[in-house]
C-alpha cells in the first residue's frame, strides 16, 4: 500500500469497513480497489459533488438522485450508494458503471436516506467526548441556537448546523462537519412528518436539549398540538442522568415535556428569576435589558419571544459552567440574524423576519408590533403560511383577525394562501381606519405596487412588519422601502 493510500484511509471520514458495517451494504462489481477507498465530504445535491465526495442520491417524489450518478462521478465523487430495488431495475448499468470507475465505491444499500443518517450516526460516534446538544420547536429554535452558539464559542470549539439544515437529511449531512478539536456540537432539529425528530436524535443522541415551545407549526401534517408535543419531546430521549433538559415553563406542554426525564429539568420563562436571571425592561425594537447577578446585559433582537429564547441559550449556557462576563459577550457580539426579526432604520423603521412563518410567530411578531410605543404609523405586510395542510385556511383567517384587531393603519396580504385572512380583516377593519390590501403573487410588478402602496401614504419614519414564510421571499420589498423614490426608479 502506498503513502497515498495510507493518508487517505487515516483521514476518510469514515473507512470502508465502518462505512459496510453501518448500512449493512455491499460492494457492487469486482474492480473496485479497496487501497483508494476515500471521502471527506458527504453530499446529496450532485450540483455540490466534489473531488472525494460521497454522493448519497436520494428518492423524492418528483426527483430520483439516482439519475444523476454519472455527473457526480464526472465532478469527482470517489463513493456512491445505489438503492438495492433501484439497482435491481438496471444492474448491468451500474455493475458497468463500478467496473469502468474502479477508483469509485458503488455501495448497494437498502434505503439511500436510511444509509445516510446510519452512517451520520457511526460518524457522530467517533466523539465520544463531544457535548452534544439539541434545539427545537415550533418557533424560535435556529434563533436560539444562534444565541447559544454565539454564548458557547465564548469558552469552548462549537460545531453547529448552518442556516436550518435540520431535516432528515440536513442534519445527518450536518454532523459530518464535526472534526476532533470540537467541544461542543449544537445542531437544531425540525420536522415535517411524524417520528422525523425521533430519527435524527437516534443519529445525533444528544444528551442536552432545548423545546422552545409548542405550537401550532406543522399542524397539518401531525393533526393535533399534542402529536406535535410528542414528537419534540423526541430530543429528550437520550438524556441520562449527567444531562439537561431545558423546558418552556409557560408552555400549556411543559409538565407533558417534563415526564419520564432522566437528568436535570431546568424551566425558564418570564417569572422565573432563577441562576441569577433578573429581567430589567424591554426597550420595543432596541432590545430587552437584563442581568445575570450583576452583570447587566443588552438584547438586541427586539420582543418578548426572543427575550424567551435567549433565556433558553442562558440556562443552557449556564450548565456548561460559562460565566455571566462570557454570557454578556457572547449576547452583545451577536451578529444580526438574517432576516429573523431583523430591525432596519432608515427612511422607515422595519422589522424584517421572513425567515419563516407559522401562526405562533406571526401572532408573536404582530403582538409585538402592536405594544411598540412610538410616535408613527404602522404597517402590516404579511404573506403566506406554508406547510400548514388542512389547518391553512383557519390559521390565516385567524391572522386576519389578530391583524385586524391591532393599531395599525394598512394591512398588506400578500400570497394565495393569505385570501381568506384578506378577506377576514376586510370585514373586520370596516369600520376602522385601517387600509388593507391583497395581492395574489409577489412578482415584480407586484413588488412595484406594494412598494408604492406604502412610500405613497406614509412618510418618512413609519414603521412596517414584513412577515412571511421563506418560500415568498418578501424581504425583497427591503431595499425598495429603504431608498429614496418609487420601485421603477434607478
Not at 444499500?109 to 463531544?130: D, E, G, H, R, W
Request: charged share 25%; glycine share 6%; aromatic share 8%.
Amino acid at each position: 500500500m502506498n503513502d497515498y493510500a495510507v493518508k487517505n484511509i487515516n483521514n476518510s471520514l469514515l473507512n470502508l469497513a465502518e462505512l459496510l458495517d453501518s448500512v449493512k451494504g455491499s460492494i457492487i462489481g469486482d474492480s473496485f480497489i479497496s487501497d483508494s477507498f476515500y471521502f471527506d465530504s458527504v453530499v446529496t445535491d450532485s450540483r455540490n459533488v466534489k473531488k472525494n465526495s460521497l454522493f448519497v442520491p436520494l428518492i423524492g417524489e418528483y426527483q430520483d438522485g439516482h439519475n444523476y450518478i454519472i455527473p457526480s462521478i464526472k465532478s469527482g465523487a470517489s463513493v456512491i450508494f445505489v438503492c438495492k430495488h433501484v439497482f435491481k431495475k438496471n444492474a448491468e448499468l451500474y455493475e458497468k458503471l463500478a467496473n469502468e470507475n474502479k477508483n469509485v465505491a458503488f455501495i448497494l444499500v437498502n434505503n439511500t436516506l436510511m444509509a445516510l443518517q446510519k452512517i451520520a450516526m457511526k460518524y457522530v460516534s467517533k466523539f465520544p467526548n463531544l457535548i452534544k446538544i439539541a434545539v427545537t420547536g415550533s418557533s424560535g429554535k435556529t434563533t436560539t441556537k444562534e444565541i447559544a452558539v454565539s454564548i458557547l464559542k465564548q469558552k469552548y470549539n462549537v460545531i453547529c448546523n448552518k442556516g436550518n439544515l435540520n431535516s432528515e437529511t440536513g442534519l445527518p449531512l450536518s454532523v459530518f462537519e464535526i472534526r476532533k478539536e470540537h467541544q461542543v456540537g449544537i445542531f437544531e432539529m425540525g420536522m415535517n412528518r411524524k417520528n422525523e425528530i425521533k430519527e435524527i436524535c437516534n443519529v445525533l443522541k444528544p444528551n442536552y436539549g432545548i423545546i422552545t415551545n409548542i405550537g401550532t407549526a406543522h399542524i397539518g401534517l401531525l393533526g393535533s398540538q399534542k402529536n406535535i408535543a410528542i414528537e419534540k419531546k423526541n430530543v429528550f430521549n437520550f438524556i441520562n442522568k449527567n444531562g439537561v433538559a431545558i423546558i418552556p415553563s409557560d408552555d400549556k406542554f411543559a409538565k407533558f415535556l417534563s415526564r419520564g426525564i432522566k437528568g436535570k429539568k431546568i424551566f425558564y420563562g418570564f417569572d422565573i428569576e432563577e441562576n441569577g436571571i433578573k429581567f430589567i425592561n424591554d426597550n420595543g425594537i432596541n432590545g430587552t435589558n437584563f442581568k445575570i447577578n450583576d452583570v447587566e446585559i443588552h438584547l438586541s433582537l427586539p420582543g418578548h419571544y426572543n427575550y424567551l429564547n435567549t433565556l433558553a441559550a442562558v440556562e443552557l449556557a449556564q450548565c456548561l459552567s460559562i460565566s455571566p462576563d462570557q454570557i454578556k459577550k457572547g449576547i452583545e457580539s451577536l451578529q444580526s440574524l438574517d432576516k429573523r426579526s431583523h430591525i432596519i432604520k432608515g427612511k422607515y423603521i422595519i422589522l424584517e423576519d421572513c425567515y419563516n412563518a407559522n401562526p405562533d410567530s406571526m401572532e408573536k411578531a404582530i403582538e409585538f408590533s402592536n405594544e411598540l410605543n412610538i410616535n408613527t404609523a404602522k404597517v402590516y405586510v404579511l404573506g403566506d403560511m406554508l406547510e400548514l395542510g388542512d389547518e391553512s385556511c383557519r390559521a390565516h383567517k385567524k391572522i386576519g383577525e389578530i391583524a385586524c384587531s391591532q393599531n395599525v393603519n394598512m394591512i398588506i396580504f400578500v400570497g394565495k394562501e393569505s385570501y381568506i385572512g384578506y378577506q377576514e380583516a376586510k370585514k373586520l377593519c370596516e369600520n376602522k381606519n385601517t387600509e388593507v390590501l391583497y395581492y395574489e403573487n409577489f412578482k415584480d410588478e407586484d413588488i412595484c405596487n406594494i412598494s408604492e402602496d406604502i412610500i405613497n401614504t406614509f412618510d418618512k419614519g413609519a414603521f412596517i412588519l414584513i412577515k412571511a414564510s421563506h418560500g415568498l421571499n418578501l424581504g425583497r420589498l427591503v431595499p425598495i422601502l429603504q431608498k429614496e423614490g418609487k420601485c421603477n426608479e434607478k
